[in-house]
């Protein structure tokens, strides 16, 4: 049962789609991007930080603390056995405008690898998939959250009440993302964009940071002649490959001794009536004629599987590809009989 | 009036015709020499005729001058052609053939000596060593790991590590990691000569034990597990090939492993000469570029075969005397499969018609295979 339920656990978290991140935050949009009616309102960039295509249907965005929802979760729990998921369900039936469940059956929901998807926060939901029931308040801290399809927190957020309006709270770079760990909202990867550099850009529906490739870069820069990572690489494939010897070479010992083992067994086998025969009067013919016997008996003797089966005797094609098979043999006439 | 339309809809009709796109891009005209050529080399001389007829005929079909706009082009998506190469593209056909390799390769003489492995393991040097070459010649990082996998000599890795670190040289890449592979007879025996001395080339080695069937299942799957915690971006080549050998040796899965070894092996190998072929176009493969991966392709086969040598011979410094290995399998640690270990025997029947080296040499071949695909995985760890 345990190992059920820890199978269980692993796999509804395999389906909670961790790898989901709150990227960026714009509270008040007065001059920036725009919706696809070309109004402008505060908003919230996802951004799907794995490798493959996650779905965000059925996923919550709310406005609500952590304490809210877990005290909420902790009584309903005691009452009835409904899942976090059905608790958030009822929780933004009751408060409408602060918890939104991203609808199903919009193909955009599907956020592609490495791409993000900006949702307005214009209080408006009859706008559309990507329009959120609530407003940020600008001039105060703004808690958002993500939670997947189980209920369970994905990523979190707080927007300091100083942002300005047109600034972005954004992540440093997409970069610094775990994908190993669950939420890691940490200030000090977050920072207020004001649009002034490159590294202060406001980038919905972007990366905040040009992903680049470090290893490259690294070792262009510390390693020009490839003298560190041939070193490296070859030290790689030698263990690998000495790795295998040994095991192989352990394995081959192991079963050599096993094989000399069982020659021996056999060799005694043959040898002791050999030398009885012998002490009795030293008949050649009758130790051949047991060493046969003996080598027909451990060696010789043909095994059948004992498995019956039906065979076909000739011509791999079956009858309905060819006539000739449908057409009756015409008698042979043999003279000479 | 009715003149002119069909005057009209016949120099429409002529700038649709290759004839016409020829004067535009008459480079095509060398890509279709080159095409012939390999065609020629695989009918006439025999030379990889199984991977040089896809791959010749693949690069007549790429460079058949026409129109753009028709979804006809390899590079013009949702054309047959450019659905077939998704499959070089993204990887996919490597590791097929790779589950095709291992379903058809006995490790039965590689179980015997282990110590092969390490030959197999020295002979990647051809890589790292051209690796180092390719910097020195300008080119980037992962554009020169993935050039220089072309000393592995094992086209699907080849073709493997270049779609993933240098998608645009992957066609040369390509070209030339099977012209080595088919030039292997040709490059490698002077070498070995040279490398080695008359009495060197007399050693007979001990004839290989019997392999027992138990060990013969175990190595795939302690293979895999061994090799992959190592290097697990080379996953997809190691997990086929040894899931291809477990098929292989299991004994319950002879249909599956006939399969894998056979018609699947056949199809994916079809496909893929074809399209790696058919991704050779004048504008992309006529470069600079090109002939610089050609000549570092060739340095790659010789450093690769140089080092093997060598490292049979210093090997043999600390082997006691009747272990002594044969230098002239040093060769065979590059991963050309068969055709190394063939030219292993064939040099060692030169100096010694009674001394066959055949089988003793398939262990570094068949160990080349599994170091070339770890030296992949290295590789695309590293600048991946």
Redo the contacts between chains.
Sequence with gaps: MTLIAVVAAITASAQGRMDLRINEVMVQNDSNYVDQYDHRAGWIEIFNASHGTNGIEKMFITTLKPNIIQDYFKAEEQKSNKKRNQLLQELRDSRPGEIFEIPRGDVATKVKPRSHVVFFADGNIEAGTFHLPFIMKPGQENYIALYDVNGDLVDEVTVPATLPADQSYARCSEDSIDLHGSHNFESQLWQVCDGSTEAKAITPAKFNARPI?N??DM??KD?????L??L???G??????????I???L??KA??AK?KKEDEVVNKAVEEPTTEAAQEGGNDEAIAAICMALYQHLNAHDEESGVLTFDRTHELHSAWGSKGNLLLRVPERHDNH | MVLLNIANNLEQFWHFTGFYNVTLEPSSLIMLCVGLLFIYLAIKHDFEPMLLVPIGFGILIGNIPFQPGNEIGIYEEGSVLNILYQGVRQGWYPPLIFLGIGAMTDFSALLANPKLMLVGAAAQFGIFGAYMVALAMGFMPDQAGAIAIIGGADGPTAIFLSSKLAPNLMGAIAVSAYSYMALVPVIQPPIMRLLTTKKERLIRMKPARKVSQTEKIIFPIVGLILTCFFVPSGLPLLGMLFFGNLLRESGVTTRLAKTASNAMTDMVTIVLGMSVGASTQASEFLTPDTIKIFALGFMAFIIATTSGVLFVKIFNLILPKHKKLNPLIGNAGVSAVPMAARISNDQGLKADPSNYLLMHAMGPNVAGVIGSAVAAGVLLGFLG
């Design positions: 490739n290893n490259i070792f262009k390693d020009p002649s490839g003298i990572l041939t490296m690489s070859m790689v494939v030698f263990s690998a490959l000495l790795m295998l010897y095991m192989f070479k394995f081959g079963f050599t094989d």
